[in-house]
């Protein structure tokens, strides 16, 4: 008797049993990416460079410091049971995404961007030393992407708190500090990981476009830069 064919069908339905309940359990978690685009920006005049700016701008990774048990999750989709998936971060943190944004709106600006490795507390007197004139950090003190799946409808809600710091780092000293809040709502029919990102990236532009509305921050950038 040839039992090639059954050991055939046997393997075919075992990979197709393990392929359906993997279905049915659903994820058990989604990711997603955070980016601000800075082509897209509307630079007001007051913040644009005239000519060319003669000192740099310097952008420090931000600081995560929302007290939650696990700084990777970034969000969570309740489902209609109540059960949560958890959310994270794809590819970027968001304490990268952040200060990669504000150097892109700066760009757009007419700034220009050096580069800082070292990390900031945010302390006047531990400013990392640099080649740039004005360096900009800040902490997440908020974040959370919310789904919350309906029969007819899903509900979206993100929100996003920073605080923000502007140093002098070749005198070592503080210059300003302000803190921006952001929050988007949407209901949408569908659902998904990019539909989720999408309320990241809005989020995003939205705390960094009013982090710029603050007139004071554009002046204390233009006035430090200029000397």
Request: with cysteine; net charge positive; proline share 4%.
């Amino acid at each position: 008797m040839n039992l090639k064919p059954i050991y055939r069908l046997f393997t075919v339905m075992t990979i197709f049993s393990v392929f359906c309940l993997s279905g049915c359990a659903g994820p058990r978690l989604y990711s997603v990416n955070m980016y601000y685009d800075g082509e897209m920006s509307v630079i007001p005049a007051y913040l644009k460079v005239a000519g060319q700016a003669s000192g740099s701008v310097a952008v420090a990774e931000f600081t995560d410091v929302r007290q939650i048990d696990d700084p990777l999750v970034i969000g969570r989709v309740i489902q209609n049971n109540g059960a949560k998936i958890l959310v994270f971060p794809r590819n970027v943190k968001p304490t990268k995404a952040v200060a990669h944004g504000i150097k892109q709106y700066l760009k757009k600006a007419g700034y220009r961007i050096a580069e800082i490795n070292e990390p900031w507390d945010l302390k006047e007197d531990k400013i990392p030393m640099g080649n740039a004139g004005i360096l900009i950090g800040g902490n997440i003190e908020e974040l959370e992407i919310i789904c919350r799946k309906g029969n007819l409808t899903n509900s979206y809600n993100t929100n996003m708190t920073l605080a923000v710091v502007i140093a002098d780092a070749a005198r070592g000293r503080i210059l300003y500090r302000t803190r921006v809040k952001s929050i988007y709502t949407q209901e949408h029919v569908l659902f998904s990981e990019n539909i989720l990102g999408q309320q990241a990236d809005m989020v995003l532009s939205d705390a960094i476009e009013k982090l710029f509305e603050d007139k004071k921050v554009a002046q204390t950038i233009k006035e430090a830069t200029a000397n």
